[in-house]
T-cell receptor, first 113, second 116 residues
């Protein structure tokens, strides 16, 4: 069975600093897709960034970037120049083919003014 | 981009009654929709996979007779919580898969159900 592990239940960082959220996963498949979702206090799930496992280049979306280490099955999220609006729960997730999304347990990130 | 509308956002019902939650894909056709339940400060727990025109597939431990799912069209799936009890109080979220798996899922805004 596929599993996703987020080992940091809570993190906090000062505004404008950089923070990295960790995620590891376990699968025997070679082709899959990885995602980071953000759930702010409104509880709306928002896609932050996605990565195709077959691509070696790390995905980047503005202040958000990932460090994808396929051999290590690691998929960390880096948030640069953190902003107050980044305060949220962050979920790592992945999917294989047309199967269901598998979520991690989440990391609660607080940006301190 | 893909938008999923979920209604109602909040609902309070009396114990023993039923409540229906709707999930609509507004600008794309969703052959598959998913229903999640989320407890406070926890991750999303998949309840069932809803396929248009066929029976839903329920996850282990989810009572299909209590959580009725209907996916009658390519843009609408409904979750009906039947004979609701206080322990059914939770946050329910639907999602729909876009045109390709690598685009992930689009989520509705969720429904907070309170059973009194």
């Amino acid at each position: 069975a596929q599993t996703v592990t987020q080992s940091q239940p809570e993190m906090s960082v000062q505004e404008a600093e950089t923070v990295t959220l960790s995620c590891t996963y376990d699968t025997s498949e070679s082709n899959y897709y990885l995602f980071w979702y953000k759930q702010p206090p409104s509880r709306q799930m928002i896609l932050v960034i996605r990565q195709e496992a077959y691509k070696q280049q790390n995905a980047t979306e503005n202040r958000f970037s990932v460090n994808f280490q396929k051999a290590a099955k690691s998929f960390s999220l880096k948030i640069s120049d953190s902003q107050l609006g980044d305060t949220a729960m962050y979920f790592c997730a992945f999917i294989i083919g047309n199967e269901k999304l598998t979520f991690g347990t989440g990391t609660r990130l607080t940006i301190i003014p | 981009g893909a938008v999923v509308s979920q209604h109602p956002s909040r609902v309070i019902c009396k114990s023993g009654t039923s409540v229906k939650i709707e999930c609509r894909s507004l600008d794309f056709q969703a052959t598959t929709m998913f229903w999640y339940r989320q407890f406070p400060k926890k991750s999303l727990m998949l309840m069932a996979t809803s396929n248009e025109g066929s029976k839903a597939t329920y996850e282990q431990g989810v009572e299909k007779d209590k959580f009725l799912i209907n996916h009658a069209s390519l843009t609408l799936s409904t979750l009906t919580v039947t004979s609701a009890h206080p322990e059914d109080s939770s946050f329910y979220i639907c999602s729909a898969r876009g045109t390709a798996a690598n685009y992930g899922y689009t989520f509705g805004s969720g429904t907070r159900l309170t059973v009194v």
